[in-house]
């Protein structure tokens, strides 16, 4: 071919925002690249059918040349390309360090593992979600930051199981992140191995073995018997709890992932089914029509109201306390270092936006849902990963044993 269909798109990265960065995406050949263009942008002023900043604003014409000229350059890079390899494909690392040296940032080699990790995380595009590229981006700062402080020379041969306890090491101590955390780290350094093993960069595939430590955590859930708390609280005189109360009800009532709330809304619905297209998992979910969540519909005129979900995550603890959801919660959990400490919490403190789709799967599920349904609803690749979602205490798992006879006795027959 001796040309090449592609595209290049301003956006705002987080729209919901009163400001944020805007992000250049640059597709072709099925891939998606992603850069930060330098410019922060105020929503109200960024006019998305031009992609430029509206005049008036201040710097506006500063910032769309700005914007123009890496247009211009990401334009170029492709023409240079064509001119001296016609009937090619530009490799990604070409067309981003042409514009990156524009951007004023070091070219990447993805030869090596810093090079390829810097570029496989900008190269994911929007098919990740911005939660998931800035937990990217944490592991790779403290990679470098174990390198740094280690002297240590990494590369895709050169990370051994021995380097692997090394970084784990340097989690606990010198970032002091609890095993959950730590692991999350872990598991991301073992998913760029294997795109890396899997792209022909690096033959080192010991590590799919290694784990990071676990721990057990303050996840709970909510009640019908809470929920109803909830639901019947008088918060006409704060709108901003009670818009975030109902919003997080509408995600206990649906199992939907908060980035996926606005999603819910009366013309989403088909027949009584909500038809949501899944952000994370890219995909439609059919979800059976909660009548409470008709009703914050209603409430609403057909569409639910915004909040961000740091402000939905302090707002809803605010509530859960007004509703008296303030049982004292117990877990031991392990410190950085491996210290073991049992605490206790009152329940209000560890709810967050997740805690809805945690309550969605466990009363499902105690009210003798399928766990396949309640798979399919949450929009899980697995029934393994819907277990890991119920949330049912010691206390209730012997209760629920007490029905089974063959457990206690009561229907045990013996062979003579």
């Known amino acids: 071919m001796a040309t090449m269909r592609h595209s290049v798109k301003f956006e705002l990265r987080t729209p919901k925002n009163e ?11 099925r891939q998606r690249l992603r850069f930060g263009t330098g ?8 006019d998305s059918k031009s992609q430029k900043v509206k005049q008036g604003a201040t710097g506006a014409r500063e910032t769309n040349l700005h914007l123009e000229r890496l247009r211009t350059v990401t334009n170029e890079a492709f023409a240079q390309w064509f001119v001296n390899n016609p009937q090619t494909v530009p490799p990604t690392e070409f067309i981003r360090n042409a514009i990156n040296t524009y951007l004023g940032k070091a070219a990447t080699n993805t030869a090596n593992l810093w090079g390829y990790i810097d570029n496989y995380i900008n ?12 937990n990217f981006r944490l592991t790779e700062r403290y990679l470098k930051e174990f390198a740094a402080s280690k002297v240590k020379k990494l590369d895709f041969d050169t990370f051994t199981p021995d380097v692997f306890d090394e970084f784990l090491g340097f989690l606990y101590t010198a970032k002091n992140l609890n095993p959950n955390s730590a692991s999350r780290h872990v598991a991301n350094i073992k998913h760029f191995l294997a795109k890396a093993a899997k792209a022909g960069y690096s033959k080192n595939l010991w590590f799919a073995d ?7 955590v303050f996840d709970v859930y909510l009640t019908p018997a809470e929920l109803a708390k909830l639901w019947e609280l008088e918060l006409t005189d ?5 818009k975030a109360r109902d ?8 199992g939907l992932r908060v980035s996926d709330y606005a999603k819910v809304k009366r013309s989403a619905m088909v027949g009584r089914n909500f038809k949501i297209y899944m952000q994370k998992t890219r995909k439609h979910v059919l979800i059976p029509v909660h009548v409470k969540v008709e009703q914050v519909l209603n409430k609403y005129n057909g569409a639910l109201p915004n909040l961000t979900r740091q402000h939905l995550n302090k707002a809803i603890k605010r509530v859960c306390k ?9 877990a031991t959990v392990t410190k950085a270092g491996g210290e073991a400490v049992t605490s206790t919490k009152p329940k209000y403190q560890l709810i967050t936006t997740h805690t809805a789709r945690r309550s969605y799967a466990t009363n499902a599920h105690q009210n003798g849902v399928p766990l396949h349904l309640i798979s399919s609803i949450l929009g899980h690749s697995t029934i393994a990963q819907t277990e890991k979602y119920l949330k049912i205490t010691s206390e209730e798992k012997a209760a629920e044993a007490q029905k089974y006879g063959i457990l206690t006795g009561a229907e045990m027959k013996i062979a003579r």
């Open 19 to 29: 400001e944020t960065a805007v992000t250049m995406i640059v597709t072709f050949n």
């Open 39 to 46: 410019i922060v942008a105020k929503t109200k002023f960024w």
């Open 123 to 134: 190269s994911r595009g929007q098919s990740i979600t911005i939660e998931r590229y800035d």
């Open 210 to 216: 290694f784990k990071g430590g676990k721990n057990e």
């Open 238 to 242: 704060t709108p901003v709890l009670d």
């Open 247 to 254: 919003l997080f009800l509408v995600g206990c009532f649906t």
């Open 322 to 330: 007004l509703a008296g959801i303030t049982a004292k919660v117990e």
